[in-house]
C-alpha cells in the first residue's frame, strides 16, 4: 500500500508564500497523476490542483495563477507551491492520487493571517 506523507505547511501571512510536498512509498508513483486538496473548516475537501504523470498541471480557478503543482519521480515527491497566499487558503492540504484513493494521509496545516 503506497503512503503518502506531507509537509511544509505553516502560518504565513496574505501575500506570501509557502512550499508544500508530498512524499510518496512505492514504485507506481510515477505512474499516476497526483493532486493536492484541502479542507477548511466545515467545509468539504476540495481539489486544489493535479498534476499528470509527464508533469502537466491542472487548477482550481481559485488559486490559478498563485499556486504550482510540480513532481519528482525520481524522489517519488509531488510539491504544491503557494504564492500570494490568501486567508481563504487556510485548510488542512491532503495529497493523494488522482482521482483520489480511499485512504488519505495526516494532512498539513496551512494558516494564513490577514
Known amino acids: 500500500q503506497v503512503q503518502l506523507v506531507e509537509s511544509g505547511g505553516g502560518l504565513a501571512q496574505a501575500g506570501g508564500s509557502l512550499r508544500l510536498s508530498c512524499a510518496a512509498s512505492?514504485?507506481?508513483?510515477?505512474?499516476?497523476?497526483m493532486g493536492w486538496y484541502r479542507q477548511a473548516p466545515e467545509k468539504q475537501r476540495e481539489l486544489v490542483a493535479d498534476?499528470?504523470?509527464?508533469?502537466?498541471?491542472n487548477y482550481a480557478g481559485s488559486v490559478k495563477g498563485r499556486f504550482t503543482i510540480s513532481r519528482d519521480n525520481a524522489k517519488n515527491t509531488v510539491y504544491l507551491q503557494m504564492n500570494s497566499l490568501k486567508p481563504e487558503d487556510t485548510a488542512v492540504y491532503y495529497c493523494?492520487?488522482?482521482?483520489?484513493?480511499?485512504?488519505w494521509g495526516q494532512g498539513t496545516q496551512v494558516t494564513v493571517s490577514s
Open positions: 512505492g514504485s507506481i508513483f510515477s505512474i499516476n497523476a
Open positions: 493523494n492520487f488522482y482521482p483520489p484513493r480511499p485512504s
Open positions: 498534476i499528470t504523470a509527464g508533469g502537466r498541471g
